[in-house]
């Protein structure tokens, strides 16, 4: 039997290019960020797929349908993140804890908690996670609007909220630790 043990999970993948929506097939006790990470592959495989233009703008248009392709393979290189599919848990343990961290990109941000070392500085951390796998799961994620200019409140105006997002972190515009206390 071809695919054993494999699972489609409905996904939200959104690319320099594009905002696809549909399955991801994922094996058992893996993860979105996992099967991201995995070298052997490079692309990821979206089923039942439906394309739009790239947007974090809800509620997402039928106008803005670009393509329903049943198939559709996207190179991993081009995934900014992907929300969706499954927890991936080979970085929780191993004497990290959860840190707030903001993900900078040109019109939003994402916000959520990230398993970092917390003797190390985010930056370290950061460097260590890039070299060898790029694509990290964060957790709690806020996807928001920038404030604007004088607005006293350092959140953005809100436009959706994700249990977790799987983020290539070697497309990020920036990346900050919360917990310094600035925004």
Same mark, same amino acid.
């Not at 670009?66 to 080979?90: C, M, N, Q, S, Y």
């Not at 804890?97 to 003797?119: F, H, K, S």
């Given at each position: ?48 797929? $439906? ?5 974090? /703008?809800?509620? #997402? !248009? &039928?106008?803005?349908?670009?393509? =329903? ?63 060898? $796998? ?5 957790? /709690?994620?806020? #996807? !928001? &609007?920038?404030?604007?200019?004088? =607005? ?32």
């Amino acid at each position: 039997m071809l695919n054993a043990g494999v699972r489609p999970l409905p996904a939200e993948v959104h690319t320099v290019d594009f905002r696809v929506f549909g399955n991801v097939h994922l094996r058992a006790n893996t993860g979105t960020a996992w099967l991201l990470n995995a070298e052997d592959r490079p692309s990821l495989t979206v089923t039942q797929a $439906k394309v739009h233009a790239a947007s974090i /703008d809800e509620p #997402v !248009e &039928r106008a803005g349908l670009l393509h =329903e392709p049943a198939f559709l393979a996207i190179p991993k290189g081009r995934i900014l993140w992907v929300a969706g599919g499954d927890l991936d848990r080979t970085l929780s343990g191993q004497g990290r804890v959860m840190r707030r961290i903001t993900l900078l990109y040109a019109d939003y941000l994402l916000r959520g908690t990230a398993p970092i070392r917390p003797e190390l500085r985010l930056s370290d951390a950061l460097g260590q996670i890039m070299h060898t $796998k790029p694509f990290l799961t964060l957790h /709690d994620v806020r #996807v !928001e &609007r920038p404030a604007a200019d004088g =607005e006293r409140n350092p959140r953005g105006a809100l436009v959706r909220e994700h249990e977790h997002v799987s983020v290539n972190l070697r497309l990020v515009g920036g990346i900050f630790d919360e917990r310094d206390g600035r925004s």
